[in-house]
């Protein structure tokens, strides 16, 4: 896919996270749609996927360890072709395959069940960990929000992945730099990220604007090169981007829209997407 492309993909990842977020009457929008353009670059361009074969054993593994972002994955994931879009409208509802958080006994490309924050770094360690003593060649990504890497358990899988040289891991951090209390900075400051995966014999590579493409593929392309030692992507995004009201909005953490919000919502993704269809 261009630039273009993806962009225009991503617009789609939103409207399927608002859809969803907006049934379920419940949901996380906010890390949600922050994560949307990162979700659209590794599902559309950044992994080796199939979603023919989604159990591949060949296939790089994808672990969202802020797992209530799900919408977020879950729309991703409808949009790449792992199952209907028109599942998304089901979010959370009993007998749903798409509950709150990710869960992989029920859910196609779901490769780790993930929500406990903190814990869905250490899942990823051990599947890179697998795959080096198996001498396979699939990569793990992991995506963590801000907020979640306050956890003391996100340092131990970092100083085990740094001290085991997981060249095959690449750990993403989602700094909107907003979390379910507050900003992060005034909750619990986790600066500097940059100088901690430093300090745990990380490249670390900071993406001043990851809701970019262009941004994105550099970061992606020079964590792929990096060889001895796991990467970290530390990428500046923007809570609720996409949607007017969302954005930098705290009390979009964790909320969903009404019927109102929600055409409104629906409105400036149509404008965004008529925008680039312009291009």
């Known amino acids: 896919m261009n630039k273009t492309e993806l962009q225009k993909m991503a617009v789609e990842v939103r409207k399927g996270i608002v859809t969803g977020v907006h049934a379920a009457k419940a949901g996380h929008p906010g890390g949600s749609l922050s994560a949307a353009d990162v979700f659209t670059y590794l599902y559309f361009e950044e992994m080796n996927i199939d979603p023919e074969n989604p159990k591949d054993p060949g296939r790089d593994r994808f672990v969202l360890s802020k797992g209530h972002t799900a919408p977020g994955l879950y729309s991703v994931l409808a949009n790449r072709g792992y199952f209907p879009?028109?599942?998304?409208?089901?979010?959370?509802?009993?007998?749903?395959?798409?509950?709150g958080h990710p869960c992989i006994q029920h859910t196609p490309g779901i490769d780790m069940s993930s929500g406990s924050l903190g814990q869905g770094i250490s899942a990823a360690v051990g599947m890179a960990l697998s795959a080096k003593l198996s001498q396979d060649t699939y990569r793990v990504y992991t995506l963590l929000g801000d907020g979640e890497i306050q956890e003391?358990?996100?340092?131990?899988?970092?100083?085990?992945?740094?001290?085991?040289?997981?060249?095959?891991?690449?750990?993403?951090v989602d700094n909107n730099g907003l979390q379910i209390d507050g900003p992060v900075d005034q909750v619990c400051s986790p600066y500097p990220i940059d100088k901690k995966f430093e300090a745990f014999n990380f490249h670390v590579i900071s993406v001043a604007d990851g809701n970019d493409f262009d941004q994105l593929k550099a970061a992606f392309d020079e964590a792929r090169a990096t060889k001895g030692m796991p990467a970290a992507i530390v990428m500046k995004t923007v809570k609720g981007k996409g949607v007017s009201f969302m954005e930098n909005q705290v009390g979009w953490h964790g909320k969903a829209p009404n019927d109102e919000e929600y055409a409104i919502a629906m409105a400036d993704l149509e404008k965004a997407g008529e925008a680039l269809c312009q291009k």
Request: hydrophobic share 45%; with cysteine.
């Open 152 to 172: 003391g358990q996100v340092w131990e899988a970092a100083m085990f992945a740094g001290h085991r040289k997981l060249d095959n891991l690449c750990v993403i």
């Open 85 to 99: 879009v028109e599942d998304l409208k089901t979010l959370r509802h009993i007998g749903s395959h798409l509950q």
